[in-house]
């Protein structure tokens, strides 16, 4: 529990066994894999929103003045 406290995510207990190593090892870059690309989308989605915000004001804004 002291290891998960301090931040730990998983553990290894001995004695090693390749297998269980390696399948270990091959989860956890899946997962960085997974956040990284999640990041990205999230980066990405975040842009597009601003781009939407911005457009839709430039429409609110010529709508007022062609009232005019």
């Keep these: ?3 998960f406290d301090a931040g730990a995510v998983d553990y290894l207990t001995k004695p090693f066994y390749a297998e269980e190593i ?3 090892v091959k989860i ?3 997962l960085r894999t997974l956040q990284r690309n999640l990041q990205t989308q999230n980066a990405q989605l975040q842009q597009e ?3 939407r915000v911005r457009a ?3 429409l609110k804004h010529r709508n007022a003045n062609f009232g005019n």
Excluded: F, Q, S, V
């Design 56 to 58: 839709e004001d430039a």
């Design 49 to 51: 929103i601003a781009e």
């Design 28 to 30: 956890h870059l899946t």
């Design 1 to 3: 529990m002291k290891a």
């Design 22 to 24: 390696l399948a270990r």
